[in-house]
């Protein structure tokens, strides 16, 4: 039987990554976050940093800067060769053990290979800008410039590897508003349908 894996995509600042940890200690099964980040930099020899700032996100100018990238590595261009490393990593993981992935599309590269619980996370603009204005301190741009510029960025990332639309509800089992319900309690509710 496959392992269960739950997937979970989420606006930036809506608080994803926090119930991705926390549903996986509730759950006693590995959260992979920053841990894949690191898995990803070994396999790939690219810097950790490179990879969390385009392991998910678009260069800055959109789909057209990926679709022409220089191609670098075997004849494909360094964001293809991270997606290539990327899924490879995550087919292992949910391979190997029951676990939460946060990000990377997991949930479009697991889908038939896995019992998948594909979750997104998001919450009103406003909410999201405290958040990581609280979290990662002021900025030199707004933070609702900052978070359009990365939701835009991430959902570019998601089209473009999946022809598919991130965010969209269909796509997923379950969509919750980590502001309205609250961290612990969408923890409690993604906990309890796995």
Known sequence: MANRVITISREFGSGGRTVGKHTAEKLGIPCYDNELLEKIAEESGLAKEYIAERGEYTPRGGWLATA?????????????????????????????????IVGRCADYILEGKADLLKVFIHAPMD?????????????????????????KRRAAYYQFYTDTEWGKSQHYHIS??????????????????Y
């Open 68 to 100: 022409f990238a220089d191609r670098s590595v075997n004849g494909l261009s360094v964001q293809d060769y991270l997606w290539t490393v990327q899924r490879k990593l995550i087919l292992e993981l949910a391979e190997k053990e029951s676990c939460v």
């Open 127 to 151: 909410k999201r800008a405290e958040r990581i204005v609280k979290l990662y301190g002021e900025t030199s741009e707004s933070p609702e410039k900052r978070l359009r510029d990365k939701d």
């Open 176 to 193: 919750l508003d980590s502001d309205a319900i609250g961290i612990d309690r969408c923890v409690d509710i993604i906990a309890g349908l």
